[in-house]
């Protein structure tokens, strides 16, 4: 199995900064994509941003230019750094990582993180 554990989130005043860490663990190979999604309440679970193995990376439109994702391969941990915060960032965070648990196997899995909540004050 796969466990993601993710930290970092909290309450913070508009403007302000936090930065989320999840690390993976267990039966891993490789790991392909690992991304941040997020669901407010009353809203359906959104794509924040991803990151390829190779680095590439993809962000909603409405965190661009304020949020960057990044990754640490040799740790199996995705970060993101979320700056100049909104009251419309207000949401669950959920890390999501897309595994291969063998060498040789093609087979991927999609393994998600309990969530972690950071509220941004007005």
């Known amino acids: 199995q796969v466990q993601l554990v993710e930290s970092g989130g909290g309450l913070v005043q508009a403007g302000g900064s936090l930065r989320l860490s999840c690390a993976a663990s267990?039966?891993?190979?490789?790991?392909?994509?690992m991304g941040w999604y997020r669901q407010a309440p009353g809203k359906q679970r959104e794509l924040v941003a991803s990151i390829t193995s190779g680095g590439n990376t993809n962000y909603s439109d409405s965190v661009k230019g304020r949020f960057t994702i990044s990754r640490d391969n040799a740790k199996n941990t995705v970060y993101l750094q979320m700056n100049s915060l909104k009251p419309e960032d207000t949401a669950v965070y959920y890390c999501?990582?897309?595994?291969?648990?063998?060498?040789?196997?093609?087979?991927?899995?999609?393994?998600w993180g309990q969530g972690t909540q950071v509220t941004v004050s007005s």
């Open positions: 999501n990582a897309v595994v291969r648990r063998s060498f040789g196997v093609r087979k991927l899995y999609d393994y």
């Open positions: 267990g039966s891993i190979a490789s790991i392909n994509a």
